[in-house]
């Protein structure tokens, strides 16, 4: 499903792989986090995501046109995970409002790890 703007003018049509790529980019610029993980952690292990894959550690889904979004996260050893959490929202709810000028419902966080340092 794609997220429908509409004005005098007509309609606007956002895919969800598009917002789902801003809302990783947006992540990607807060402190204390190491990466995006992908969504299925299997045997306790999850694995960083490469800028190319973003959207894989991000789920988007839009009910009675507002967005819905769901991160998949691995945060810096020794950051406080509640307040790292909270400037993801904060940031992804106003990248995506500004950017693409959508309604966001919900942005939750789903830590899938905690590493020592950055990854480069």
């Given at each position: ?66 967005v819905i979004v769901d991160l998949y996260i691995i945060v810096e050893y020794g950051i406080n995970i509640s307040e ?37």
């Open positions: 499903m794609n997220q429908e703007l509409r004005n005098e003018l007509g309609m606007i049509t956002i895919s969800q792989e598009v917002i789902s790529i801003i809302a990783g980019l947006a992540t990607m610029e807060c402190y204390g986090l190491v990466g995006m993980a992908s969504q299925r952690v299997q045997d306790g292990i999850s694995d960083l995501l490469g800028k190319e894959n973003l959207n894989k550690g991000v789920e988007v889904n839009i009910q009675d046109g507002r790292v959490s909270n400037n993801i929202i904060d940031k992804v709810k106003y990248t995506l409002e500004e950017y693409t000028g959508t309604e966001v419902g919900e942005i939750n966080i789903n830590v899938q790890g905690v590493r020592v340092g950055e990854v480069g």
